[in-house]
């Protein structure tokens, strides 16, 4: 997991040497059938459909309604050229869709509008956070929606979609990209609050039993900070210039609601640098309790050596085989000597409680 | 405490999925009743009356006197709503309102002012810091604060108006912003002071007695650093867009009011800051604080050990059992031995003066 | 000391609640009375008179002369209060004036300017520096300077004004700023001069002798020099304020010297951030030797202990109480043993030498 | 080869002194013969020519269709001296081709374009990563690109140029420029696949077996890490020029691809952070592993010596020589002490297993 | 000679309190005679003369050739005087060319400009870098530059003169001021060369020989490259200034000189930032190489303690006189004690191999 992440170009060296706008798909190998989805609505009507190719969806192409047509998948170089073909798109903005390595961004063509961001999701089992990139190509009345993966991320906006009063429903296609935009927010919320449960978790294993492992967690959270920040803080940008741009597909009425995703995504960014920073304190917590515990370790050596060397030195003494040693034959040799090695006794324990050893 | 700082979103995830402006509290749960005072005044009258709906304010929305209108809990949502629907307030507003864990912020509507700061509060008795949300929205001869908790925050500025001769009384709404916003910047300084209190007090108690404990602390210290810039920071932006910003709400007389408060708060990010590396440094110190003391401990053991170690290597010389020893048979073998042991003794002694050891 | 610098609110919150511009003492008790000192010049006359009363200034406010009123403390109400009534300065000045902790600033009003910037001094017998506040309103042909404490900081320019032929007589009230800026700021250079001294003293006292009160001393300087950026630092704007505003009250002419001061104040900063740096690698220092000397008492240990453990050992085996052991009867088994013995001391010399511990 | 980077000039100091433009080559030294290609080619045609001499490139100067003379060598002033003289480059540019040491940069002038940057190379079997200097002179239709060191960088290219039907040969020549530079960015990604892949093989070894050797290799990736920005970074300005700056050469409809290129580089500038950060980390993780690994082996000392002292202290005791030593005498002495070491070791073990150190 | 960098400002406050503008050299204190040359040359002419007052000099002053007057020592208030006399320069300029202090910076008077930047020194032998001032008033057709010390720095530049077809000879004073400053620039590069030099010699006996002189001299290195940014950086922005600011002394043919210059300063700072950076690490590898040596040094002791600990407790055990120890009167009791020693000793030696301690 971490290895992709330092190393995101493994599949991108294929492509070195290809001239531009060649269309290879370079995230990971998938093989199910791309699912393409069509929502046609405006106020009074609604319609849904799933269709299996590209054509089936022109008909919405030109409509008064909104057309949002979803595409889970891009990894069908048939189908990324199709769309290219039948919606005019840009043969490099097809080469980004298929690589989802590509940083948040934002590019306006003449007749529609191209943005790119990131989802995450993190299982709640385990520690990873998967990426997963969304391509969005929006025109006059129509949203484009492309997904590397299956899944249910969009369900919400379609179960508002089919509540004949949610705002989704009289708005046009601008507050439906919002809409898309505020879930994979919202989403961000969610792993940071993941993550910073996992801080705090290894934070308290590392003060009471900082061992290797616990450091190459602390290793993993501290990179996992330093890595969020590539798929989160450029989509600030990306919201900046449909907040400051004159981009006509974007109207007055829901840069409000920009303005909200965009203070969430500020609120977003703060939380990441915070937990960036308890990641890093982290380190020095645990280093800390590794020498405490060598400190504990060493005072325990130091007691006992220091308490049983010099009496030990003493019965060496008297182990000595010299002829005169007077000593050896008074009768209380033997019982002034063990006095006096406990007399040195106490005064060592004494002396390790004065130093608040013991 | 703490694990609310890192993790301010717990409750949020509430909301994920939901459409914007949806109306939920995600802040602590409450249950007491909403407290809702309304003061109306200028130069010559003053009327401050405790009412119990949104209805009863409505009389003073539009007069020609300063309407003051003090809301205290914002965790029911029907009152909010309420608020919404009188006082013709976007439902983005008072989402904001209801979620505590905004950042401050100023928002220019066509007919309002929204904005959004942070009042910090620290018992004397323990480290807690407690954050709390003020939301104002401001109109022409009117100013609605919304407080998260029920509390004496602003009884100062009641008692100002209650004296005719007080500024407050001859100015307009505006003024009264300015000193609600004072009163939050004054409380700022105070929970600095005790923040720097606790900072010196552990930075003692890490010179003397490096504890583990110690350790806990000063890591809640550098945290409490860390996580008050969110809250006091961004207010340095909304008073920027009150002193450049041509809001007409603002008028020139009071801007030299607004510096001065401006000014009282870099006063206070300077000082955050100072905090921070100061908190910082304690780690330092901290570490090394435990390093001297495993260097003592290490010092006790090689003194005891090198003195006494050869001492016993001779004692175990002359314990050896071979016939033939001379020195153990001549008569002043033991003294002179407990000689040679002495001299070595008092070498040692000697060198380990040298050394600076002792 | 050092308490005071953390934490410079501590009487600052007796003013928590009061209205805006009262007027309140907040630095150290003070109870010596304030001295003014009126000094008129021009070209061809100087008039220098100590008064007692702020009225007895009044004569001097609108003449054609430049008329310069120096004031020694600022702890007296009622003078502040008299120099706002005739003077007709806000009271949000005169409260800045009582209120020490002010960053360094400049304040442009209708017919006077405002500037408050600090002095610092260090006595040179002792690590403290003293940070005093000065305030200047400035008006045409009119310069008033407040200081904190009664001193002989101006006193130079006192002495330069006695002679006829020297630049400030010949120039305008805006000169006599820069001049006491100026002195200000040669008092910088000083104190920095001072504290590298002490620097570079402490840092040969980390390598030679690293104890506690070692340590303690670089957390003051490292502290101090974070400390000095406080009142340093903000007066780089108030002069880069005076060059490129639109300042009526400052000439074309002397745009020269104030440029000059300014290039003064950028060699104080970059000295201080050296000094910074080089304060910040003391605690390197300190740890490196504090390290190395733990080193050389644990190489002790171990020489001492690897030297004598294996002799001991040897010593043990020819102390044993077996009945057969031929090595005992032998004629020369002692002699043999000893040279043994001797033999692995010898070896042991070499293998110590070998590693570079001796 | 890391001393070549942190001491790039070193052959550099031939040169001071010399007056500007002086053509001196300060790269290796080299002797290989430079090798000039010129390619000429527009949709229908395509020429492509070794030649011998600058002159023989002449005719191909100002011709309609795209001119692309490609030179392999910069190391023979005369050849450098007769491009500047029939191409009419300025001296100072010549000069810039000659000194490998060159940052990546854009400069205009009134009839050509320059610009220079960098290859990088990594031979997979080691760690160096090599630099290489590119220089481009752009002007209507015709660009020269001359690289250091004979090798098959722009094969890729050529092979392309062959295609008829390739967008290379329906564009003008600022494509050409663009796919130069294309080529050199997937370079870039190529190089840090493989430091990527060093970082996480060395961070393995690191927690495993924390050698000097292992301290080395992370010297040496934290640094090439650092060294990498210098020739990278540039590159982004020069790109930036591209973009913003209204080069006539440079045309609107090639912009979209430049826009590309600049997205892969920041894409390849967020990585290398990220990897920086990564070696930087490395340094932590060793220090880790070292003092976990003296932890390990302070922990057994303790345990044999704690184990042990004590009876040999007892065995001590009974090796004494007093004529009047009850125990010795009793029968069941030497079992009974033998039981109470016994004792005395179980007690130990209990301990250490206690204190989690068995 | 460290002390010096530190604290610059020594012997400044000599002129504390002395009005701006008065003449007091602050640098070393020197007696030697200041020596004048006077240059003057035109595509056909060159004149080059040294001569005893600055009064001889004044015939050049407003010739159509170009004059280069060059002053070595700044020393002589009398000189200087003259100089602001007979050539109209303000006597903060005077003050600035008499303080080697000064920072790099740019001032553009009515009718001269006048720069200072630092010459660096570094003689091979020693770490020592000598930085010394040098002063440059430029004004129509007229240069003068001023050195602090006497040296042959500008030699190069005299010899270019004399060559009747070098370019400095058919252009202006402004391509003089640039070679000028190419020679400084061009001296940058060769003591950064001797920096990083020394630094890879303290690298290599940092992990060898970790001695405390070595600490000594990385932070000697560490403050080097520290403090060689003071005299390097500012001259970016005075490049800066004369590239962008509209300078008429300086003409648009010579930007480009004065481009390539502002580049090669651009490389300066690159590597001197690279090699503060490499400063930096030097420590931690110094660290690390100190702790590593104490990691062997515990280790042998540890093998040395845990090896015989455990074998001189077997022969104290049979050291004990109990008189009933049946295995002291076995006859085959000794040699199985030795071969049970053998066997534990055995046991240790493969226990530190499974450990890697040998």
Not at 105 to 114: A, L, P, S, T
Not at 181 to 202: C, G, K
Not at 207 to 226: F, G, H, K, M, Y
Not at 274 to 282: H, I, K
């Amino acid at each position: 997991m971490r290895i992709s992440f330092l190393n995101p170009f493994k599949r991108y060296s294929q492509k070195v040497g290809l001239p531009p706008g060649t269309l290879v798909y370079v995230g990971e190998e998938r093989t199910e059938p791309v699912r393409i989805t069509v929502t046609a609505y405006d106020e009074t009507h609604l319609h849904e459909e799933e269709v299996q190719t590209v054509e089936a969806c022109l008909p919405f192409k030109d409509t008064a309604t909104v057309t949002w047509i979803h595409i889970e998948g891009v990894h069908d170089t048939q189908i990324i050229e199709e769309i290219g073909a039948h919606f005019g798109i840009n043969s490099l903005v097809l080469e980004d869709l298929m690589s989802p390595t590509q940083l948040s961004k934002i590019e306006i063509y003449e007749d529609y509008v191209f943005i790119i961001f990131k989802h995450l999701d993190s299982d709640t089992t385990s520690l990873n956070i998967s990426r997963e990139q969304i391509g969005l190509i929006i025109r006059e009345n129509f949203v484009m929606s492309l997904q590397e993966n299956p899944g249910s991320l969009f369900t919400p906006i379609h179960d508002r979609l089919k509540n004949v009063n949610s705002r989704v429903r009289k708005m046009r296609s601008d507050y439906l990209v919002y809409a898309l935009i505020d879930v994979i927010v919202d989403n961000y919320f969610i792993v940071l609050e993941q993550l910073s449960d996992q801080i705090e978790s290894v934070e308290e294993e590392a003060i009471t039993n900082p061992t290797s492992e616990v450091l190459a967690r602390i290793n993993e959270l501290r990179r996992e900070c330093l890595l969020l920040r590539r798929p989160i803080l450029p989509l600030r940008d990306v919201l900046n210039d449909v907040l400051e741009d004159e981009i006509p597909l974007f109207t007055q009425e829901t840069s409000l609601y920009f303005r909200d995703v965009y203070d969430h995504l500020i609120q977003v960014i703060h939380t990441l640098e915070t937990l960036r920073s308890a990641a890093s304190d982290l380190f020095d917590t645990y280093t800390s309790a590794v020498s405490h515990r060598m400190n504990e370790v060493i005072k325990v050596l130091t007691i006992v050596a220091t308490f049983f060397i010099p009496l030990t030195f003493i019965a060496g003494i008297y182990g000595m085989n010299f002829k005169s040693m007077p000593e050896l034959e008074a009768e209380w040799g033997y019982p002034i000597v063990l006095l006096v090695m406990g007399g040195i006794g106490i005064a060592m324990f004494l002396y390790f409680r004065f130093r608040k050893w013991l």
